[in-house]
């Protein structure tokens, strides 16, 4: 059973419009969450991250939510680029432990110029 | 500037062959891991070294073995290998396994086994 879920493989968007890529978790005790982004023949990469104790963190364009009561986060890109495309994992951990780190299955967004 | 390199960065084999994936990172991490990407399943952990001279197992160890041969280096061997083992590898690397679960990831090696 997948403990972090990601519902939609792929979404697309319009270049300058806002993407919104979505993540629900089972586990209760996760107190962490991040997201990374892969490209093609490329390892993912860290792009932006959440402690439970807060609800929101911005970085640039890109903007992570977290609803604990709902068990759901999501990522919002403002505006996107063409660059964005990409595949999006979410990821969820224990007390900020990397080894107990989580991944969703990924959510490729496609953004048409 | 090169992270976390791997290789190879693909290869075939037989059902029954043996083979290592090597891996290594120059950030001077602790803590390396080894995870598959299956397709629709997302990363899963297959072995960890939380510090040089430790390694425990993850998420879906069974047919694998690994050697955190020194600080640096993070290896990752199949055995007998197995058509269900065709998959995408990526080691990976963090400062402290107790840190904020930020991963530097290698370029991933593609395996497919006949």
């Known amino acids: 059973d997948q403990q972090v879920k990601q519902n939609s493989p792929s979404l697309s968007v319009q270049e300058g419009r806002i993407s919104i890529l979505n993540c629900d978790y089972t586990n209760s005790m996760f107190d962490y969450f991040l997201w990374y982004k892969k490209y093609p023949a490329e390892g993912p990469t860290f792009l932006i991250s959440i402690s439970s104790i807060k609800d929101k963190n911005e970085d640039g364009r890109f903007t992570v939510f977290l609803n604990k009561s709902a068990k759901h986060l999501s990522l919002h890109i403002v505006p996107s680029q063409p660059g964005d495309s990409a595949v999006y994992f979410c990821a969820a951990s224990l007390s900020g432990s990397a080894r107990q780190l989580t991944f969703g299955s990924g959510t490729q967004l496609t953004v048409l110029p | 500037n090169a992270g976390v390199t791997q290789t190879p960065k693909f290869q075939v084999l037989k059902t029954g062959q043996s083979m290592t994936l090597q891996c290594a990172q120059d950030m001077n991490h602790n803590s390396m891991y080894w995870y598959r990407q299956d397709p629709g399943m997302g990363l899963r952990l297959i072995y960890y070294?939380?510090?040089?001279?430790?390694?425990d197992k993850g998420e879906v160890p069974n047919g694998y073995n690994v050697s955190r041969l020194n600080k640096r280096e993070f290896s990752l061997r199949l055995e007998s290998a197995a058509p269900s083992q065709t998959s995408v590898y990526f080691c990976?690397?963090?400062?402290?396994?107790?840190?904020?679960?930020?991963?530097?990831f290698g370029e991933g090696s593609r395996l497919t086994v006949l």
């Open positions: 990976a690397s963090s400062a402290l396994a107790g840190y904020t679960g930020e991963l530097f």
């Open positions: 070294s939380a510090s040089e001279g430790t390694t």
